[in-house]
Each structure stands twice: as structure tokens, then as C-alpha cells.
């Protein structure tokens, strides 16, 4: 259902946020700062001796200050695109947790794999209740050279991300693609099916 590059592009969303913390010339507006004082909250559990032993409590931790910096409800939405108004409350919720609980499977296991990338700011767009920080995730020993958008929503008095670019290429609107393939030749009840059966295969992991 989901190609192995979709998945890698939109679990990154997490891992990539997560190397605003290396990068010693960050600056922004106000998007940026929050995000980063979760990171920065992130980089303190990694750091911490006291887990280097106990990476499944650690992972816990990282997953609970990453929930802090996602809007799962907007994700979920946008990813279903004009199929989420057709499903009732239960059936809404029970998507966001599946596919909240996917991507979360999928990320989790990318925070041991920092490379020594940095984060190159180049600029911060906001408008109205949104936010585009547009960055440069730079890694010369591998010749990584790539341009990163983090898209965010205000809610209340935080920014949260909702989606991320990838050399333009965003990742929401690759998973609706998928999403409504499966709807359109199928039906809703078979993405609900499908997602259980990756998110099993993930767990056996």
C-alpha cells in the first residue's frame, strides 16, 4: 500500500526535527524557537546516561515530547483528505491513532541514526495561523545537501508541526495519494485493514 520511499519521507518528519538541535547558527521567529525547546528537551533524554541502557524507556520519553510537536488531528485530516468528512468521530479517531501509531513505529527507530547533519535556516515564512520554516539539511561527508520546509499550524500558543517538504515534495499529500488509491479501488474499511496489518508487521519488528 505505502512504497517504502513515501514511508521514509514522511517518518523522517520527526528524525529531521530532531537535528535542529545540532545546528549552532539556528535562528527564527517564533515557529522556530518552540520547536526547538522541544528538541532541546530531546537531546537532553539522548544525552542522558542514566538511559543508555534502557532505549525502550528512553524511545517512550522521545514519543511523548514528539507528541508535544505534532498536530496528529491536522495529519490525520489532511492525509485522508476529502474522505475524513465522511467518517464519523469514531471512526476519525480511530484513524489518527492508527496511523499516529504507524508513523510513530516507523520514526522512533531513526533516533539513533544521526549522522552529523546540520540545519541551515533559510528564512521563516508566517501567515495568519501558519508557519513555513524553510531549512538546508547539510551533511558534507555524505554529500548531503537537501532543502527541508516544516509546515506548522498555530494552536493556541504553540506551533506544531503538521507536514514537511522534501525538495518540494510534501509528504502528507504523497500518504493521501496512497490513501485514496486504496479508497477508490477498494474501500475505507480496506485502508483501515491495511494499516492494522503494517502496523502489526511493524510491532513483530
Do not use: C
Not at 30 to 43: F, G, H, L, S
Not at 78 to 107: I, Q, T, V
Request: no cysteine; hydrophobic share 35%; charged share 35%.
Amino acid at each position: 500500500m505505502l512504497s517504502r520511499k513515501i514511508r521514509e519521507l514522511f517518518s523522517g518528519i520527526i528524525a529531521l526535527s530532531l537535528i535542529l538541535i545540532w545546528s549552532p547558527t539556528a535562528s527564527g521567529g517564533i515557529p522556530t524557537d518552540q520547536v526547538k525547546e522541544k528538541a532541546d528537551e530531546i537531546i537532553r533524554i539522548l544525552n542522558d546516561p542514566a538511559f543508555k541502557d534502557r532505549k525502550a524507556e528512553r524511545k517512550k520519553l522521545i514519543i511523548n515530547v514528539i507528541e508535544q510537536m505534532v498536530d496528529w488531528d491536522e495529519i490525520a485530516r489532511r492525509a485522508l483528505g476529502r474522505y475524513w468528512k465522511e467518517r464519523n468521530l469514531e471512526e476519525r479517531e480511530e484513524f489518527k491513532e492508527l496511523f499516529k501509531d504507524l508513523l510513530e513505529k516507523s520514526y522512533s527507530d531513526k533516533l539513533e541514526l544521526y549522522g552529523g547533519e546540520k540545519i541551515k535556516y533559510q528564512g521563516e515564512k508566517i501567515d495568519g495561523n501558519y508557519a513555513i520554516v524553510r531549512t538546508k539539511v547539510v551533511n558534507n561527508q555524505k554529500n548531503i545537501d537537501v532543502s527541508v520546509d516544516f509546515h506548522l499550524i498555530r494552536k493556541g500558543e504553540r506551533w506544531l508541526i503538521y507536514d514537511l517538504s522534501i525538495e518540494g515534495v510534501r509528504a502528507v499529500n504523497n500518504y493521501r495519494v496512497q490513501f485514496n488509491e486504496v479508497i477508490t479501488s477498494s474501500s475505507y474499511e480496506e485502508l483501515v485493514k491495511k494499516l492494522k496489518s503494517k502496523l502489526g508487521e511493524a510491532k513483530t519488528r
